[in-house]
Every structure is written in structure tokens, then in C-alpha cells.
């Protein structure tokens, strides 16, 4: 092989191994995206199940509320029929 064609095997391949270089940088950029975005996902999900906890603590609250309501409104009537027989 003369001394050209072997420069021109060297570069060849010196630009092969820039872009498998670069490749290389890519992916591991795609890795930390995505880790990145499982990261995210995973936030994401907490705070929905956040949130589903605190909706049913308040549908709770409601309802404990809607019975004590209740309650008191049943215990108004009673003095009030009492009244009334006096």
C-alpha cells in the first residue's frame, strides 16, 4: 500500500472513530433523558396519588360533616317539638 492511500485509510478511519465518539456522547445523553423522564413519571404519579388521597379524606370530612348536620338539625327539632308541648 503506498503512503497515500494509507494516509487516506488513517483519516478514514480517524473520522470513524469521531463519529462513533459522537454517537456514543448521544447516547448516553438519550440514557440520562430518559432516566430524567422516569424520574418525572414517578413524580407525577405521587402527586396523583396525592391528590386521590386528599379527595377522599375530604369526600370523607363531607360526609362526616353531612352527619353531623344531621345530628344537630335532628336534636334542634326535639327542643323544639318540646317547647311546643310546654
Request: charged fraction near 35%; proline fraction near 0%; charge should be negative.
Amino acid at each position: 500500500m503506498d503512503k497515500e492511500t494509507n494516509q487516506i485509510f488513517q483519516l478514514v478511519l480517524q473520522k470513524l472513530d469521531n463519529i462513533d465518539l459522537r454517537f456514543d456522547n448521544i447516547e448516553k445523553r438519550l440514557d440520562n433523558m430518559e432516566k430524567r423522564q422516569d424520574e418525572i413519571y414517578n413524580v407525577v404519579k405521587a402527586i396523583e396519588h396525592s391528590n386521590n388521597v386528599r379527595k377522599a379524606e375530604m369526600d370523607n370530612l363531607t360526609h362526616k360533616v353531612a352527619h353531623v348536620e344531621g345530628t344537630v338539625n335532628g336534636v334542634g327539632e326535639l327542643i323544639q317539638n318540646r317547647r311546643s308541648i310546654k
